[in-house]
């Protein structure tokens, strides 16, 4: 029984459903560019990127407007 078909791949198109970006390395290969999972290099287990606009996208106005400044974001998300 393969966890990737049973457990992980139904997972990830669960996510994919609820609208989140899904990075899928298949199954059986070992990954050699980091840049295919938003990442700078494999080390990294926070994604930085992501998470700015992450951010960015849920802090709007109620007209849609961001509403962090520059160097509240600079401060605060760096």
């Known amino acids: 029984m393969s966890e990737y078909l049973h457990v992980e791949r139904p997972f990830l198109d669960q996510l994919g459903t609820l609208g ?3 990075v899928d ?9 980091p840049a295919a999972s938003l990442q700078v290099s494999f080390r990294e287990w926070l994604l930085p990127e992501v998470f700015r606009n992450a951010v960015r996208g849920i802090n709007r106005t109620g007209g849609g407007q961001e509403w962090l400044s520059a160097s509240l974001r600079t401060r605060g998300i760096n």
């Open 20 to 22: 989140w970006t899904v």
């Open 25 to 33: 390395q298949g199954h059986g290969i070992i990954p050699s560019d």
